[in-house]
């Protein structure tokens, strides 16, 4: 597949990987600021409707929680390294030679960004099967009708916010991992 994308592309001058690196850059840092704006932003409404509901003995879900809070904070790491790539990208347009990255520099960049969206991808993947699995079994825990009688059994709509949160941190970390292996696939 990597000799099929290799063939395709031709090898970048440093004028035409600057200026896809900076469309990309920008691409990536937009799609990834509204994705994990609204991960946080359910994060938000599923953290205080949990406070303000009865205690509940699901330990899974608070896990789940504190593992998109720590995808979320990778999420904002990505979103101003993708800021950062397009001052990258800006400094290799520029006419001034002596303001152009080396290529080492930007290869770091572009790693330093996958390895945060790989991280990341993973907690929010093992945070959303965790709060899915929590949601699943307390659904088959209880036989059907009974909850309405066991106010405690029922599965409340934080659950499945928390589980929307961290589907949409999966959305934002592959955008961001897709993005960086693309160029960095380019470049080298």
């Given at each position: 597949m990597s000799e099929l994308i290799q063939n395709s592309l031709p090898t970048p001058t440093k004028q035409r990987f600057a200026a896809t690196f900076r469309?990309?850059?920008?691409?990536?840092?937009?799609?990834?600021?509204?994705?994990?704006?609204?991960?946080?932003?359910?994060?938000?409404?599923?953290v205080f409707s949990r406070s303000l509901s009865?205690?509940?003995?699901?330990?899974?879900i608070?896990?789940?929680?504190?593992?998109?809070?720590?995808?979320?904070?990778l999420?904002?790491?990505?979103?101003?390294w993708a800021f950062r790539g397009r001052v990258l990208a800006r400094r290799l347009q520029s006419s001034d030679r002596t303001v152009h990255p080396r290529k080492e520099e930007v290869i770091q960049a572009l790693k330093?960004?996958?390895?945060?969206?790989?991280?990341?991808?993973?907690?929010?993947?093992?945070?959303?099967?965790?709060?899915?699995?929590?949601?699943?079994?307390?659904?088959?825990?209880?036989?059907?009708?009974?909850?309405?009688?066991?106010?405690?059994?029922?599965?409340?709509?934080?659950d499945i916010l928390v589980i929307l949160a961290n589907v949409n941190l999966i959305g934002t970390h592959l955008v961001g991992s897709l993005t960086s292996l693309g160029l960095l696939e380019w470049i080298d």
């Open positions: 469309v990309v850059s920008r691409f990536s840092f937009w799609i990834q600021l509204a994705l994990a704006s609204t991960s946080g932003i359910i994060l938000i409404f599923a009865a205690v509940t003995n699901n330990a899974a608070g896990f789940s929680i504190f593992f998109a809070v720590i995808g979320v904070l999420a904002a790491f990505r979103i101003f330093i960004g996958l390895i945060a969206s790989f991280v990341g991808m993973l907690l929010a993947f093992i945070a959303s099967e965790v709060s899915a699995i929590a949601v699943l079994s307390q659904s088959l825990a209880v036989p059907q009708g009974i909850a309405v009688y066991q106010q405690g059994n029922v599965i409340r709509s934080f």
